[in-house]
Structures are given as structure tokens and as C-alpha cells.
């Protein structure tokens, strides 16, 4: 048995990699994450696989990259051939447990053609992605009456309404009673209607605490996933008014932007909103109060986890499913490659004496979301599908700072033919939408399907503000980076259905058969 027997693994929602005061914010508040990170390994420089939710979690829960998975973007379901991380550890007599969002859609069609999947336990955790799911919650969209559970206990503490979701927890209030929508970013400033007891952080972390102590000794495994701190922007008292806009860095941008992709984002009301400094003066505070909120809870769920023993027997991994522009690049949102949008931080406890020496410590690795299952499966002796899983363990690294890889290269990956405003402003078809970014430490390299590239310098340029790519000086690079990104392409794991034993053993089964073509 490994001396971890539990995994916590908690994942924020939009955090920006650089919205922690152990990565460097100035100003923001958050003293029980900068605990954990104190007691753990900050990797400074984790990417997802895509800055959009839905193909970069499905390449977290899977440890493999969007072209392996094929889940490019929130409404496109994880095919059913799919292994997550919940399936691997209940081959080996474990569940992982959902609290919160996953962002999963199910391949019902494939489902459907088996049949139905007669065995209702198995068919449900095949509609759940592996989750043994004890509350989901990926927000509420739509019109009509809300019936999930934390809608349910939202009514139970009085809020009472057809969406308490959007009504209560999700807008403010106005003078007269009337509902300010969260949508609406002139209204981030109000408090929302909920208490800070009563919000989506806090019911997440107290269903966390609930489960954990009702396990008494015996192991788990928990994905907590707060929605938070993804829009809308607003959040309860006091934490809307703990932050004014000399709290918060100055905007990252440069000229106007210069490529098709960028302009056509650029376009888009999210990002016109943000280009205005009084949205920015006004909306990154309340940002910056759902970080510091989020950090309390978690707070909360380290000193209970610390009163019951069990940050001596926890695996705890922190991290981000992508970032948030917030006017960086005259954007808003997300969805491109620069690092306010697709680094994330990524936060490693492991309490065993083998992860003593990198204690406190920060790493520069370039480390990817697809590292995370790899990292779980290890850190309790499980076996990882060698011949699917694309990432590495992070643990050696925790021992060893020479086992970090010194020559790694990151990709991220990207289909934005769904935005079909975006879509006609560049003439695209919708099998054309796709972009791909390689970034080996200094030099990042954007490939757009039938657009010029982007190349940008993060030794010289960190805000990425300026395209080098048009540079002749720059060709070479641009040559070696876009030869690097087929070498991944062509090296991506295409043949999932049977083990790399298989392949080797197939020769040796073959003869013995006595199968010989070919004898004269």
C-alpha cells in the first residue's frame, strides 16, 4: 500500500495563473492556498490543453490531449471509448468522487447504439464520465424552473425562487427588490443575494467536508470542482468591496491586433466590454474578491482536513481548468493561447518524506494538464495505459529537481468553429476552425488552419505583446517550433484498444499458432 491512501483534487474554474499571492499578485489575498503551496510544489509553468473548459477538462480527466480525446469544445461529448481517471480507479476497486463541475457531456449516441448499456450502475457512471457523482453543478443556463441540488437546498434556506441560481446566488439587488442580473457586469459591484455560507464555494466545500468525515477510515478520492471564480462576476459580502481598482495590476496590451484570429475575438461583446477601462476598474476587483472567497473556503477544508489527520495520508493537487483574459490583449474571456488564457496554476502536496527535498519550493518545469491522472495513478501505486495516456507523473520531480525534463515542449489546442461570428468574420468552414499552440519554455508558436502563424519571444516579450512571426530574422524558429508540433501531432496515441504488451507479445503468440507466411 502506498503511504497516500487519499486524493484530493480541487480544481477552480477561469483562475488565472498569476491571481495567487504564491505566483506573484501584488495585491490579492490568499493565505490558505499560499499555505498549501508552502507545504507543497508551486509549478509555476502548467498549461491546459485547450483554454476553453470542456476539452481542457476532459484532457485532465483522460491524461491525454484534445486530438486523442477528441472532445474539442463544451458540447462535444467524450466518446465512449474514452478511459477517465474515475474509470482507472475503479478497475482497481476505487471511486472518484464529484463534487461540483465537471463539464461532461455524454456520448449518448454511442450509448444508445449499445443498447442502452442494460446495467443501470454502469450506464449512469458512463453518462457521468467515471464521476461517482455525490453533487454536480456546471451553473444553470436556459429559462425555466431549476430543479438540482443545490438549487434544492438553495429553496431550503429560503431563497426562494423558479432559478435561485441565477436569482440569488448568480445577481444583486436593487433598491426596490428588483433582481440585478450577474450577467449584466454593471451590476458586479452589488453584493450577490446569497450569504457567503449560503454560495456555491461554501455548499461545495461543506458537501466536501460532509463526505470526507463520513468516510471514516477508510480511503477516497474526491474531484472538488468549484465554478468559481468564472463569470458571472459577482460574489457575496464583504468580499465584493475588498478590492478597488488600485488593487489591481495594470492592463497587458499592446497595439490593436494585428491577426485575423485575435481581431475576430477581439470583436466579440466580451472583449469590447473589457476594452473599457471603467468595466475593468469595476469588474476585476469582484474577480479578485471570488479568488480571495475561494480561498477561504479552502481554508476551511485544510483545518478540518488537519484536525482529523488527514493531511499526513492526502495527495492534494490544486489547479485550473484556464485562465481569464480580463482585458489583457484587449480580450475577455478566453479562448486563445497567450498565458493570461491557458497557464494555469498547478499546486502539489504530497505528504510523504520522498517529497521533502522540493517542500516550498517553486518549479519552472513546463508541466500540462494531461500530467494530472498520470501524477494520481502513481502516488497510489495503480498502473497507467501506457498506450493512451500522453502525460507524465509529476512525483519524481517532487524528489528529484534533475528528473524535471529538460528539453519538453507544451501544446494546447483549440476549435472555435462553434463561434460562428467569429467564424464568418474569417471565412472559415467549420472543419477549418482549429489552432494549435507549441511552446518549448521561451518561444511560443500559434498555427492557425489556413491563417498565418504567431510567434512570440516570453524571455524578451513576457506579455506576448509582440508577433515576431513576420520577422525573416525569426523563420528559423518558426521553422523549428512548426516541425515540433508535427513531430506531436504524428506521435499522439491513436491505438488505445489494446496494451503495448499486446503489440509485443503479438509476433511470439503468432508463431506459436503456427502462423508462417511466406516459407518457401
Given amino acids: 500500500m502506498s503511504a497516500v491512501r487519499n486524493v484530493l483534487f480541487i480544481m477552480a474554474d477561469q483562475l488565472r495563473w498569476d491571481y495567487l499571492g504564491c505566483t506573484g499578485h501584488p495585491t490579492i489575498k490568499t493565505p490558505n492556498i499560499d499555505r498549501l503551496a508552502s507545504r507543497g510544489t508551486v509549478f509555476d509553468r502548467g498549461y491546459v490543453q485547450s483554454p476553453v473548459c470542456g476539452p481542457s477538462r476532459m484532457s485532465f480527466y483522460t491524461g491525454r490531449y484534445v486530438s486523442s480525446h477528441r472532445s474539442t469544445w463544451i458540447q462535444v461529448p467524450l466518446p465512449l471509448s474514452e478511459v477517465t481517471l474515475g474509470d482507472y480507479l475503479r478497475a482497481a476497486g476505487r471511486d472518484l468522487t464529484l463534487i461540483g463541475k465537471s463539464h461532461f457531456f455524454p456520448d449518448t449516441a454511442s450509448i444508445a447504439r449499445l443498447g442502452g448499456l442494460s446495467d443501470a450502475e454502469r450506464r449512469n457512471i458512463a453518462l457521468e464520465g467515471g464521476f461517482e457523482v455525490l453533487v454536480r453543478d456546471d451553473g444553470v443556463f436556459g429559462d425555466g424552473p431549476v430543479d438540482t ?31 440585478l ?72 496590451r499592446g497595439k490593436a491586433p494585428r491577426h485575423p484570429v485575435h481581431k475576430a475575438f477581439a470583436d466579440r461583446d466580451e472583449s469590447r466590454a473589457f476594452m473599457r477601462d471603467a468595466v475593468r476598474d469595476e469588474v476585476v476587483p469582484i474577480y479578485m474578491g471570488l479568488v480571495t472567497q475561494l480561498d477561504a473556503h479552502i481554508g476551511r477544508l485544510l483545518d478540518r482536513l488537519e484536525e482529523m489527520g488527514r493531511l499526513d495520508d492526502t495527495l492534494i493537487l490544486f489547479t485550473s481548468d484556464h ?24 499546486i502539489l502536496y504530497d505528504p ?18 494531461v500530467d494530472i491522472l498520470p501524477t ?34 507544451v501544446f494546447s489546442e483549440m476549435d472555435y468553429a462553434f463561434h460562428a461570428d467569429v467564424r464568418a468574420a474569417l471565412g472559415r468552414p467549420v472543419d477549418g476552425c482549429r489552432g494549435y499552440m507549441v511552446f518549448d519554455g521561451r518561444w511560443k508558436y500559434v498555427l492557425w488552419e489556413g491563417l498565418e502563424p504567431e510567434l512570440f519571444d516570453l524571455e524578451t516579450d513576457p506579455g506576448e505583446l509582440s508577433d515576431l512571426a513576420g520577422d525573416a530574422a525569426h523563420a528559423g524558429t518558426c521553422a523549428r517550433l512548426h516541425a515540433a508540433l508535427f513531430d ?27 502462423i508462417r507466411p511466406g516459407i518457401w
Fill in 149 to 179: 441540488q443545490y438549487a434544492n437546498y438553495l429553496r431550503a434556506q429560503g431563497y426562494d425562487s423558479p432559478n435561485p441560481w441565477h436569482d440569488f446566488a448568480n445577481s444583486a439587488e436593487g433598491p426596490n427588490g428588483e433582481i
Fill in 181 to 252: 442580473s450577474g450577467w449584466n457586469m454593471r451590476h458586479s459591484r452589488q453584493p450577490a443575494r446569497v450569504d457567503d455560507a449560503h454560495g456555491e464555494t461554501a455548499y461545495m466545500t461543506d458537501r466536501a467536508l460532509e463526505f470526507i468525515a463520513g468516510q471514516g477510515g477508510e480511503p477516497w478520492c474526491v474531484h472538488l470542482s468549484y465554478i468559481k471564480p468564472h463569470w458571472p462576476y459577482i460574489v457575496s459580502a464583504p468580499y465584493h468591496e475588498m478590492y478597488s481598482k488600485a488593487d489591481i495590476p495594470p492592463v497587458n
Fill in 323 to 346: 485562465g481569464d483574459y480580463l482585458g489583457d490583449h484587449w480580450l475577455g474571456d478566453k479562448e486563445m493561447f497567450h498565458d493570461a488564457s491557458v497557464r494555469v496554476p498547478i
Fill in 352 to 369: 510523504r518524506p520522498e517529497a521533502d527535498p522540493r517542500r516550498g519550493a517553486v518549479s519552472h518545469a513546463l508541466v500540462q494538464g
Fill in 376 to 409: 494520481m495513478l502513481d502516488v497510489l501505486g495503480l498502473p497507467v495505459a501506457s498506450e493512451a495516456v500522453e502525460g507524465i507523473s509529476l512525483l519524481p520531480m517532487l524528489a528529484d529537481p534533475a528528473a524535471e525534463p529538460a528539453a519538453r515542449h
Fill in 488 to 514: 506531436w501531432i504524428r506521435g499522439l496515441k491513436a491505438r488505445t484498444t489494446v496494451s503495448h504488451d499486446f503489440v509485443e507479445g503479438w509476433q511470439a503468440r503468432a508463431l506459436a499458432s503456427g
